[in-house]
């Protein structure tokens, strides 16, 4: 094995240098801005930087060798030429969905009547009061509000019409990841593996809590698996894919709904059709009328239905987080390069209370002291400001930005959701007008608990286990080995789920919720690893 090491590729060395070098500066970066609060270069930490560079690429090369051995042993065993017949692709997609189903449904009766967390409640009052805005997805808060007020018991009793909310999208994750763990099989044909990612997917503390949460993210991420899956059936057997005419309108209608259910997710959309149209050798003639026909449904969606429902315009500070946080960070700084001019620009721009209780790990505050008014009628002058303080204050402007984000890279990351006075993984408790009363009392006392424990939040081992970052690396480690292999379903569906994990460095926050989708992606790499090219099924 060793000797295999320096037998690797020329592409391979410099994908794993890559790899390892950007996984080394996350590692200093996240450590000096999460403990220190600034970052700064040092002979200590160019060592560190370097010890880590070294000895991650080593692994990523021995990994890499691994893998090649697996793959080898099931080419000369023909294991990659067997096909799985639809039936039995069916029947692993029953027996899928009827597990995950039970193991939900247990979840379900812990947590009753779900969590109703974060933006529920505001998107409940919107659609009470017809102040309806795209600030969250127009048919999400439509479908939430209809399910509540059609099944609620009275005005302040609202659990049954949550608890309905929270079996349908119960019902839809588990018919989407049903299909993805049938692919799953189909790709591996091992049986072992397709257990393990179905009590995975059915079990994990951090997928349960999404599952059972009342939040877009929670559809989004069934929606966003379903589409990663067809995606890559679609580049790695496209003859075999568009000659079933369920799966292509199944791949546009998971597009389009991931894409509404989740807004940012229309800046990375373009990224996997132009990788899919460029991957594909036939049949592309049919991809573009797939895809133009999905972009005429989001388009309609846009112009019928969310005017049918919005009153209410967005003024657009959610796309203003980072750099308002730069900002409010130049300002609050010994350092800070200020002249009277720009200051008083900023103070304009942000009230000076959100401007002084800048948190370096979360944007809402000062988010929501912009005034947007200000910004539009002088956005030359406040844009002309901002790329003077930017340009005098370098240093401090990357600061504010990996502040902000690095709980989706850095793998120690402390989490920066707030609740009940203190950091928290996620929401388990009672949400008003929510009120939680669990049928499994037990169950729900063990999510309580581990939801804050050192387990989760602070232990340097075991909270490796639910890290955001933790997830993002082990996606770029096989992103990495599917380019060197050319595997290009997984290049094309992988491009596409890194173009959406970038999308959410521009957001208020880094929040576990964001990234589920990459947990929930774990069963896919073997599927990488052991699948050949062409993944049919007869």
Same mark, same amino acid.
Request: hydrophobic share 50%.
């Given at each position: 094995?060793?000797?295999r090491?320096?037998?690797?590729?020329r592409?391979?060395?410099?994908?794993?240098s890559? =790899?390892?070098?950007?996984? *080394? @500066?996350?590692? !200093? #970066?996240?450590?000096? $801005?999460?403990?220190?609060?600034?970052?700064? +270069?040092?002979?200590?930490?160019?060592?560190?930087?370097?010890?880590?560079?070294?000895?991650?690429?080593?692994?990523?090369?021995?990994?890499?060798?691994?893998?090649?051995?697996?793959?080898?042993?099931?080419?000369?065993?023909?294991?990659?030429?067997?096909?799985?017949?639809?039936?039995?692709?069916?029947?692993?997609?029953?027996?899928?969905?009827?597990?995950?189903?039970?193991?939900?449904?247990?979840?379900?009766?812990?947590?009753?009547?779900?969590?109703?967390?974060f933006?529920?409640?505001?998107?409940?009052?919107?659609?009470?009061?017809?102040?309806?805005?795209?600030?969250?997805?127009?048919?999400?808060?439509?479908?939430?509000?209809?399910?509540?007020?059609?099944?609620?018991?009275?005005?302040?009793? =609202?659990?049954?019409?949550? *608890? @309905?909310?929270? !079996? #349908?999208?119960?019902? $839809?994750?588990?018919g989407?990841?049903?299909? +993805?763990?049938?692919?799953?099989?189909?790709?591996?044909?091992?049986?072992?593996?397709?257990?393990?990612?179905?009590?995975?997917?059915?079990?994990?503390?951090?997928i349960?809590?999404?599952?059972?949460?009342?939040?877009?993210?929670?559809?989004?991420?069934?929606?966003?698996?379903?589409?990663?899956?067809?995606?890559?059936?679609?580049?790695?057997?496209?003859?075999?894919?568009?000659?079933?005419?369920?799966?292509?309108?199944?791949?546009?209608?998971?597009?389009?709904?991931?894409t509404?259910?989740?807004?940012?997710?229309?800046?990375?959309?373009?990224?996997l059709?132009?990788?899919?149209?460029?991957?594909?050798?036939?049949?592309?003639?049919?991809?573009?009328?797939?895809?133009?026909?999905?972009?005429?449904?989001?388009?309609?969606?846009?112009v019928?239905?969310?005017?049918a429902f919005?009153?209410?315009?967005?003024?657009?500070?959610?796309?203003?987080?980072?750099?308002?946080?730069?900002?409010?960070?130049?300002?609050?700084?010994e350092?800070?390069?200020l002249?009277?001019?720009?200051?008083?620009?900023?103070?304009?721009?942000?009230?000076k209370?959100?401007?002084?209780?800048?948190?370096?790990?979360?944007?809402?505050?000062?988010?929501?002291?912009?005034?947007?008014?200000?910004?539009?009628e002088?956005?030359?002058?406040?844009i002309?400001?901002?790329?003077?303080?930017?340009?005098?204050?370098?240093?401090?402007?990357i600061?504010?930005?990996?502040?902000?984000?690095?709980?989706?890279?850095?793998?120690?990351?402390e989490?920066?959701?707030?609740?009940n006075?203190?950091?928290?993984?996620?929401?388990?408790?009672?949400?008003?007008?929510?009120?939680?009363h669990?049928?499994?009392?037990?169950?729900?006392?063990?999510?309580?608990?581990?939801?804050?424990?050192?387990?989760?939040?602070?232990?340097?081992?075991?909270?490796?286990?639910?890290?955001?970052?933790?997830?993002?690396?082990?996606?770029?480690?096989?992103?990495?080995?599917?380019?060197?292999?050319?595997?290009?379903?997984?290049?094309?569906?992988?491009?596409?789920?890194?173009?959406?994990?970038?999308?959410?460095?521009?957001?208020?926050?880094?929040?576990?919720?964001?990234?589920?989708?990459?947990y929930?992606?774990?069963?896919?790499?073997?599927?990488?690893?052991?699948?050949?090219?062409?993944?049919?099924?007869?």
């Amino acid at each position: 094995m060793v000797s295999r090491i320096f037998k690797a590729s020329r592409k391979r060395f410099i994908i794993v240098s890559v =790899i390892s070098f950007l996984f *080394a @500066a996350s590692c !200093i #970066l996240g450590y000096q $801005i999460e403990t220190l609060g600034h970052i700064f +270069f040092s002979f200590k930490s160019i060592l560190f930087f370097g010890v880590i560079f070294i000895l991650f690429g080593i692994f990523l090369l021995f990994l890499y060798g691994l893998f090649d051995n697996r793959t080898l042993k099931e080419e000369l065993s023909g294991s990659t030429e067997k096909k799985v017949s639809k039936y039995r692709f069916l029947l692993f997609f029953a027996i899928s969905f009827v597990v995950l189903m039970i193991f939900y449904g247990i979840w379900f009766l812990a947590l009753y009547p779900g969590l109703f967390i974060f933006d529920a409640e505001w998107q409940l009052s919107m659609f009470r009061e017809g102040t309806i805005s795209e600030h969250h997805p127009v048919l999400h808060t439509v479908l939430l509000g209809n399910l509540i007020e059609r099944f609620k018991s009275d005005e302040w009793h =609202i659990n049954r019409g949550i *608890a @309905a909310y929270t !079996i #349908l999208q119960i019902l $839809i994750t588990a018919g989407c990841f049903s299909y +993805f763990l049938a692919f799953v099989f189909k790709s591996t044909r091992k049986v072992l593996i397709y257990i393990l990612s179905l009590l995975f997917l059915g079990a994990f503390p951090t997928i349960v809590l999404q599952v059972i949460s009342v939040t877009k993210d929670s559809l989004f991420m069934a929606f966003l698996i379903l589409t990663v899956t067809l995606s890559i059936e679609m580049v790695n057997d496209t003859g075999a894919f568009f000659k079933t005419p369920g799966k292509p309108f199944l791949w546009g209608l998971s597009l389009v709904l991931s894409t509404i259910f989740r807004n940012n997710c229309v800046y990375a959309v373009p990224f996997l059709l132009v990788m899919i149209f460029v991957l594909i050798k036939e049949k592309r003639k049919i991809f573009l009328i797939v895809t133009i026909g999905s972009i005429a449904v989001f388009v309609l969606y846009k112009v019928l239905f969310v005017p049918a429902f919005a009153t209410e315009e967005v003024d657009g500070r959610e796309m203003f987080p980072i750099p308002a946080q730069q900002l409010a960070r130049v300002y609050n700084s010994e350092n800070g390069n200020l002249n009277s001019d720009e200051i008083e620009v900023i103070e304009k721009l942000i009230r000076k209370d959100a401007l002084e209780g800048y948190v370096p790990e979360i944007a809402d505050t000062v988010k929501q002291g912009l005034n947007m008014d200000y910004f539009h009628e002088n956005k030359q002058e406040v844009i002309s400001v901002y790329l003077s303080v930017m340009r005098k204050n370098p240093v401090l402007a990357i600061e504010a930005f990996l502040a902000e984000s690095h709980g989706f890279w850095y793998v120690e990351s402390e989490l920066t959701m707030y609740w009940n006075g203190g950091k928290a993984y996620w929401v388990v408790g009672e949400y008003p007008p929510a009120v939680m009363h669990s049928k499994i009392p037990f169950l729900y006392e063990f999510l309580y608990r581990l939801n804050n424990s050192d387990y989760v939040m602070r232990n340097p081992v075991t909270s490796l286990f639910f890290a955001p970052g933790v997830y993002f690396w082990i996606f770029a480690v096989f992103f990495g080995y599917a380019l060197e292999k050319r595997k290009k379903g997984f290049i094309a569906a992988f491009v596409f789920v890194f173009a959406l994990w970038l999308t959410y460095h521009l957001g208020p926050v880094a929040l576990v919720r964001y990234t589920t989708y990459l947990y929930a992606m774990i069963p896919i790499y073997p599927a990488l690893v052991l699948a050949g090219q062409r993944i049919e099924a007869e």
